[in-house]
């Protein structure tokens, strides 16, 4: 996609939308040993399955909650969070990102890119994160943070 | 439906109590109805959803988030007494929750 010095654009693509989210890592470690059947309605079982394979399980479910978050910041309306499934891995090129047939079909011609950052925030950190902090006997996280960014793009 | 009788109604909202001065780190004696889940707890969305998941489990329930979602655009949830109610109706109605009368 490229912008003239005019503001025109040549893309056969139109950005529509763009939706954030960001959490503290920290709130997913208490899941990361806990039976498959932990919340159904937000992960798939094969989401959940993927981040048992990665040697810090609680990385992938808070990214894979960020994006489902920030495609929500997208989307006009609810939409059922095991209709979007996203498989981290450190290597950004092999992340994947996918949504159900079902939800496509509600906004089509419609699609989406996601990124993902990590990173530490200087803000004090909320209660409820310090509370989990301290549950826990894992370090903090030097790179505490886990940011989706889900911009959705219309052909025109 | 479910039906709701005096017991699981004062289950449900010790519950929400309790859930929220655990996960906020507050004196369950200092929360009320009329407290603000967002600026006075500092809570959000996964914290709502964790507290669905405890209730999930304990009542057997089957519910989407899409009716939910549907739901709380109608009836923003934003103090403790709101998710007390919200989880009620969730006990009690399950999915069907989308159509009730606001």
């Known amino acids: ?156 | 439906m479910a039906e709701i009788d005096q017991k699981i109604n004062d289950d449900i909202k010790g519950l929400v109590y309790e859930f929220f001065a655990e996960e906020c780190d507050t004196d369950i004696a200092k929360l009320v109805d009329s407290t603000n889940i967002i600026e006075e707890l500092e809570g959000d969305s996964l914290m709502l959803l964790s507290l669905l998941e405890i209730v999930r489990k304990k009542y057997n329930l089957k519910i989407e988030l899409k009716t939910l979602g549907k739901h709380l655009m109608k009836k923003p949830a934003t103090t403790i007494g709101d998710v007390v109610t919200l989880t009620l109706k969730i006990v009690k109605h399950g999915d069907n929750i989308v159509n009730l009368d606001m």
């Open chain 1, 1 to 156: 996609m490229t912008t003239s010095l005019t503001w025109t654009c040549s893309s056969c693509v139109r950005c529509v939308g763009c939706g954030i989210d960001s959490e503290h890592i920290d709130r997913f470690v208490q899941w990361e040993n806990a039976p498959l059947d932990f919340f159904p309605f937000v992960f798939t079982k094969k989401e959940k399955s993927h981040c048992k394979t990665l040697v810090h399980p609680a990385i992938g479910l808070c990214a894979s909650f960020c994006t489902k978050e920030a495609l929500q910041k997208v989307l006009p309306e609810p939409y059922n969070f095991t209709d979007c499934e996203f498989f981290y891995s450190d290597d950004p090129q092999k992340c994947k990102f996918s949504i159900s047939r079902q939800l496509a079909s509600c906004f089509p011609d419609i699609s989406y890119t996601v990124k993902i950052l990590s990173g530490a925030f200087l803000e004090k950190k909320a209660k409820h994160t310090r509370k989990m902090s301290n549950r826990t006997s894992q370090p903090l996280w030097t790179k505490n943070h886990m940011t989706a960014i889900v911009h959705a793009f219309k052909a025109v």
